[in-house]
C-alpha cells in the first residue's frame, strides 16, 4: 500500500512530441505528490508537484494532471527538447511522516 | 537560500574499510533530513531519516549507520564495506512542514 508504481520504465520522444508518464497509487493519506528530474551524475532536482486539492498544475512546459478517484497522477511536458533527456521520478508522501514514497523512475530520451 | 553540500564527491574504498560521508545543510534550521542510495540506473532507497539532533529512523537493516551530530549536519558511516554498498549515496533536506524535499550533489562510491 505505501508503494508508487511508475510507467513506463523508459520513453523515446522526437523533439516537439509530448512525453507522459504515469504514476499510481493505493495510499489514500498521500496528501503531496512531487516529481522530480535526474541527469546522470547529478542529485534529483526538484520540478513540480501539486496537492490532491487541484486536477492540474503547470509550470512552463511541464504539467501535472492529477485524477484522485482513480488514484493517479502523471507528469506531461510539452514541446519535449533534447534537453528534458533525463530520470524522472514521481513521489508521494504523507503529511507529518516525513518519509518519501518514490516510483522506480523513468528514463526519458528525446530525439533531436 | 538553502544549500545542501555532500562530501566527498567520489570515493573509491576496498572491501572491509570504514566509511563516512558527510552532509550539511545551510539556510535553514531544524531541517528533516534523508540518506538515500541509489545503484546504477535504479531507483532511490531510502536509509535514513532523522527529524532531529539524535533522532534516526533506519529504514533498510544493513551494515551502515547514520548519526546527526548537528542541527544541519548529517553522518553516513559504515564500520567495514560491503561489494554491495557500491552506490551513489544521496543527501536530501525539507524543511520542518514544508514537504518539498531537496537533493545534494551526491557522493559516488565504489567498493573494490
Given at each position: 500500500?505505501?508503494?508508487?508504481?511508475?510507467?513506463?520504465?523508459?520513453?523515446?520522444?522526437?523533439?516537439?512530441?509530448?512525453?507522459?508518464?504515469?504514476?499510481?497509487?493505493?495510499?489514500?493519506?498521500?496528501?503531496?505528490?512531487?516529481?522530480?528530474?535526474?541527469?546522470?551524475g547529478?542529485?534529483?532536482?526538484?520540478l513540480?508537484?501539486?496537492?490532491?486539492?487541484?486536477?492540474?498544475?503547470?509550470?512552463?512546459?511541464?504539467?501535472?494532471?492529477?485524477?484522485?478517484?482513480a488514484?493517479?497522477?502523471?507528469?506531461?511536458?510539452?514541446?519535449?527538447?533534447p534537453?528534458?533527456?533525463?530520470?524522472?521520478?514521481?513521489?508521494a508522501?504523507?503529511?507529518?511522516?516525513?518519509?518519501?514514497?518514490?516510483g522506480?523512475?523513468?528514463?526519458?530520451?528525446?530525439?533531436? | 537560500?538553502?544549500?545542501?553540500?555532500?562530501?566527498?564527491?567520489?570515493?573509491?574504498?576496498?572491501?572491509?574499510?570504514?566509511?563516512?560521508?558527510?552532509?550539511?545543510v545551510?539556510?535553514?534550521?531544524?531541517?528533516?533530513?534523508?540518506?538515500?542510495?541509489?545503484?546504477?540506473?535504479?531507483?532511490l532507497?531510502?536509509?535514513?531519516?532523522?527529524?532531529?539532533i539524535?533522532?534516526?529512523?533506519?529504514?533498510?537493516?544493513?551494515?551502515?549507520?547514520?548519526?546527526?551530530p548537528?542541527?544541519?549536519?548529517?553522518?553516513?558511516?559504515?564500520?567495514k564495506?560491503?561489494?554491495?554498498?557500491?552506490?551513489?549515496?544521496?543527501?536530501?533536506?525539507?524543511?520542518?512542514?514544508?514537504?518539498?524535499?531537496?537533493?545534494?550533489?551526491?557522493?559516488?562510491?565504489?567498493?573494490?
Amino acid at each position: 500500500q505505501q508503494q508508487v508504481k511508475q510507467s513506463p520504465q523508459s520513453l523515446i520522444v522526437q523533439k516537439g512530441g509530448i512525453s507522459i508518464i504515469n504514476c499510481a497509487y493505493e495510499n489514500t493519506a498521500f496528501d503531496y505528490f512531487p516529481w522530480y528530474q535526474q541527469f546522470p551524475g547529478k542529485g534529483p532536482a526538484l520540478l513540480i508537484a501539486i496537492r490532491p486539492d487541484v486536477s492540474e498544475k503547470k509550470e512552463g512546459r511541464f504539467t501535472i494532471s492529477f485524477n484522485k478517484s482513480a488514484k493517479q497522477f502523471s507528469l506531461h511536458i510539452m514541446d519535449s527538447q533534447p534537453g528534458d533527456s533525463a530520470t524522472y521520478f514521481c513521489a508521494a508522501v504523507t503529511s507529518g511522516t516525513y518519509k518519501y514514497i518514490f516510483g522506480t523512475g523513468t528514463r526519458l530520451k528525446v530525439l533531436a | 537560500s538553502q544549500t545542501i553540500h555532500q562530501w566527498p564527491a567520489t570515493l573509491v574504498q576496498p572491501v572491509g574499510s570504514p566509511l563516512s560521508l558527510e552532509c550539511t545543510v545551510e539556510g535553514t534550521s531544524n531541517p528533516n533530513l534523508y540518506w538515500y542510495r541509489q545503484a546504477a540506473g535504479r531507483g532511490l532507497q531510502l536509509l535514513f531519516y532523522s527529524v532531529g539532533i539524535g533522532q534516526i529512523s533506519s529504514e533498510v537493516p544493513q551494515n551502515l549507520s547514520a548519526s546527526r551530530p548537528q542541527d544541519r549536519q548529517f553522518i553516513l558511516s559504515s564500520k567495514k564495506l560491503l561489494l554491495s554498498d557500491s552506490g551513489f549515496y544521496l543527501c536530501a533536506w525539507a524543511g520542518g512542514v514544508r514537504l518539498e524535499q531537496y537533493f545534494g550533489p551526491g557522493t559516488r562510491l565504489t567498493v573494490t
